[in-house]
């Protein structure tokens, strides 16, 4: 006997859009003239009627099926298929479909993180994430470089408009081979700002890589990124830094004088024990938004840029060089910058 296929329907809510299209075979060309199967008026479902396809007993045909499934699904995508035929019971199928989610970012802000410390202080790596469909994240790092005595790897997310000093930390204890572990919930199109914080192992010094591991369930395999180098200075001491003169603006030795509100005239900073790397520096109240630690002379010479002051309550403005190490500059020469607003017009 023979029988006439009246349709197939498709819940809408698993489609991108209501693109849904059929063919009798799977050759490129055959899509040229696929069915387009239509969404129903006033219904959720998508539906292919077929006018023409007979079905034959015991004979076997072959329907084949295009589509999109929806943007946010990770896992399988439960996909049932509705089959109906005159005089047959609806024939219900879920066909195995699994759709791999992605991490639209993963950004590590190097700017926003702590990777350059001293003996004792925590590490702070701050990565931005956004995720296309709800995940367990999986973040590891090596086990060894942890000091275990001073508490675990913690771990900490925020959206991505919030204040990043006010994380809520989750303590990671989950371990797999030679790794710690922190599982970190992420939703669908949500980006966020994770942290992670931990201590170092005190015997571990100078440049230290960290191997920070991303993945997840369902996902395609991450691209993942170079691991931050964390900087512990070799030595507990060094003599504190000492400025001997700052020039850039209109030069009165040793300081420089009729510097621009606005900050944006670079200041040369001359003296001693500034590091190789890492010094910040203060102009009264404002923190330089870019050091530069001249090539040739780093522990001696560095270019601040980016003071400008929200508020001057004196045009007496004091200079204070921090190092690596977080010794700053104490001298009692008053080493001062005169910052006097200019105006271009009245």
Same mark, same amino acid.
């Given at each position: 006997?023979?029988? @006439? $296929? ?6 809408? /809510?698993?489609?991108? +859009?209501?693109?849904? =299209?059929? %063919? &009798?075979? #799977? ?110 994240? @999986? $973040? ?6 942890? /000091?275990?005595?001073? +508490?675990?790897?913690? =771990?900490? %997310? &925020?959206? #991505? ?132 630690? #001249? ?52």
């Amino acid at each position: 006997y023979q029988r @006439r $296929v009246h349709g197939i329907q498709v819940p809408m /809510e698993k489609l991108e +859009g209501t693109e849904f =299209w059929t %063919a &009798l075979h #799977v050759e490129p060309s055959d899509w040229q003239t696929a069915i387009p199967c239509l969404p129903v008026i006033n219904a959720s479902i998508v539906e292919c009627v077929y006018s023409n396809l007979t079905l034959y007993h015991y004979h076997d045909t072959h329907l084949y099926f295009r589509f999109t499934p929806k943007n946010d699904t990770v896992g399988d995508l439960g996909l049932t298929m509705t089959f109906t035929a005159m005089d047959f019971a609806d024939f219900e199928d879920t066909p195995h479909v699994s759709v791999l989610g992605v991490l639209t970012t993963l950004v590590f802000m190097e700017n926003s993180s702590r990777t350059s410390i001293i003996l004792g202080e925590s590490v702070r790596l701050i990565y931005s994430i956004e995720s296309s469909g709800d995940t367990n994240l @999986r $973040v590891s790092i090596p086990t060894y470089i942890i /000091e275990q005595t001073r +508490g675990p790897l913690m =771990w900490g %997310a &925020l959206p #991505v408009d919030s204040n990043l000093t006010t994380y809520d930390r989750v303590p990671c204890l989950e371990s797999q081979i030679a790794r710690t572990v922190c599982t970190v919930p992420l939703r669908r199109r949500e980006p966020v700002h994770l942290l992670l914080e931990f201590t170092m192992e005190t015997h571990i010094l100078g440049w230290q890589p960290v191997d920070v591991d991303f993945s997840a369930t369902d996902f395609l395999e991450f691209t993942q990124l170079p691991p931050p180098i964390v900087t512990v200075p070799t030595a507990a001491y060094a003599p504190f830094p000492r400025i001997h003169r700052i020039t850039g603006c209109t030069d009165a030795p040793p300081i420089t004088i009729f510097c621009p509100a606005g900050g944006y005239q670079p200041l040369t900073i001359h003296g001693e024990n500034f590091g190789h790397s890492g010094a910040s520096v203060r102009v009264g109240n404002a923190t330089c938004a870019s050091v530069t630690h #001249v090539p040739g002379s780093e522990t001696t010479t560095i270019i601040c840029e980016g003071y400008g002051q929200e508020r001057i309550e004196s045009e007496s403005q004091l200079v204070t060089v921090t190092n690596q190490l977080r010794e700053s500059s104490v001298d009692q020469l008053n080493v001062i910058m005169n910052i006097v607003p200019m105006y271009s017009a009245l």
